[in-house]
């Protein structure tokens, strides 16, 4: 089952986002500064489908790629681990398969919510580099990253709310699997990329990586 | 004695023994579906409406299918669906491997392959896609499986993407109720 949808109605919305129709995103903002000459652009979702988020990207003139990769890592999908030497491995060629197939080079924005807060340490590298190879030069990437001292939040699903705000449900109790990401290893997991950060009030930090290059 | 003849005669006659029940009121649309609310009728996936070809759930088809009706899949199919001025439905428990042309298309079932609609396509949460998708508008529901990419026409930008505003709207505030 979805996520989104095994979370049902009733759960409470994040404290921030709930206050108003959504947080304000300091990173959707500067990114969707550089793009606002980009009349048609190709975005990839890797979240749960979101009604919302289409509405507002079609309205914004997106061709629009869909690909949940948040759910089978919130439910530690069997079917992406094997034993191994009595040990579980993390099958990350078989978990990026379930990007539809978009020819190389060719993304102006991933969204990747808190792909990287769920993904084992050993694949981050290896999500990194598919996602980047996708963007075109110029292309972003967008990520939240928790900070060290949030604990929880693995049940969470994001969207956006407009195109420089983002919403959020789910209880946020499930207890993060790996340790937080530093500002200083996302750029190395995005070699060659320009790494942004921006800070926020909500234990999250947004990261924006920039594919050098193109007419941006 | 003659004071209980007369209490016999003061009593009202017995009830007739067989009870004619009264006629049962036959509404004029038995199906009841044009009265129904949108948001109700929605929620019956296998009803087929009248005028509505049918492939039922044990049906299995493999080739290449046109109509000049519209058309729910609650079966198998694998191939191509060609209804360029008619409405596919591919029900909840229909399973369409296929390239699928069609005027309008609503999938609560399962579908792989690539999707054109002139006017429509409609995605609802109990619905899986594989597949791209190519429409004027395009709706879909929360909870809804989409792999793939969304491509909306532009033949007139922003006409296009005011339909795509208001459809995905609609689904979203009925699922909200």
């Known amino acids: ?216 | 004695m003659w004071w209980e003849k007369e209490k016999k005669t003061d009593l009202p006659p017995p009830p007739p023994l067989v009870a004619h029940p009264p006629e049962p009121v036959k509404p004029e649309n038995p199906r009841m579906e044009p009265s129904m609310p949108e948001t109700i009728r929605r929620d019956i996936p296998n009803a087929s409406s009248p005028g509505q070809a049918l492939i039922g759930r044990s049906i299995v088809i493999k080739g290449e299918l046109s109509a000049n009706e519209d058309l729910l899949i609650e079966g198998q199919f694998d191939g191509t669906v060609n209804l360029q001025e008619h409405c596919l439905t591919i029900g909840a428990n229909g399973k369409v491997k296929a390239q699928v042309n069609a005027r309008q298309v609503v999938i609560l079932g399962n579908v792989t392959g690539n999707i054109h609609a002139t006017e429509k396509i409609e995605l609802r949460k109990s619905g899986s896609v594989t597949g791209d998708l190519a429409s004027a508008s395009i709706a879909i529901e929360e909870g809804a499986y989409f792999k793939g990419s969304i491509d909306i026409a532009r033949n007139g930008a922003p006409e296009a993407a005011r339909s795509v505003a208001v459809s995905a709207r609609s689904l979203v505030e009925d699922y909200d109720k």
């Open chain 1, 1 to 216: 089952m979805p996520f989104s949808a095994a979370l049902g109605k009733s759960e409470a919305k994040h404290p921030v986002a709930a206050a108003s129709g959504g947080a304000a995103s300091p990173a959707l903002e500067w990114l969707w500064g550089l793009l606002r000459d980009v009349p048609h652009i190709r975005v990839l979702d890797c979240g749960p489908v979101s009604p919302q988020t289409a509405q507002i990207l079609f309205k914004r003139g997106a061709k629009l790629y869909i690909a949940d990769l948040i759910a089978p890592l919130q439910r530690r999908d069997a079917l992406y681990w094997e034993r191994k030497d009595k040990q579980l491995v993390f099958r990350t060629q078989d978990f990026l398969a379930l990007l539809p197939a978009i020819p190389a080079a060719t993304l102006n924005l991933a969204l990747c919510w808190h792909l990287l807060d769920l993904a084992p340490p050993e694949a981050l590298a290896d999500v990194v580099k598919k996602i980047y190879g996708l963007l075109e030069p110029g292309g972003i990437m967008f990520y939240l990253l928790r900070e060290a001292y949030l604990p929880a939040g693995v049940d969470t699903a994001w969207w956006l709310d407009s195109l420089k705000t983002i919403q959020v449900k789910g209880q946020g109790k499930i207890a993060f699997p790996y340790p937080a990401i530093s500002n200083r290893e996302m750029e190395k997991l995005a070699p060659g990329g320009s790494v942004k950060t921006f800070l926020t009030r909500t234990g999250r930090r947004e990261i924006v990586v920039l594919k050098p290059g193109g007419t941006l």
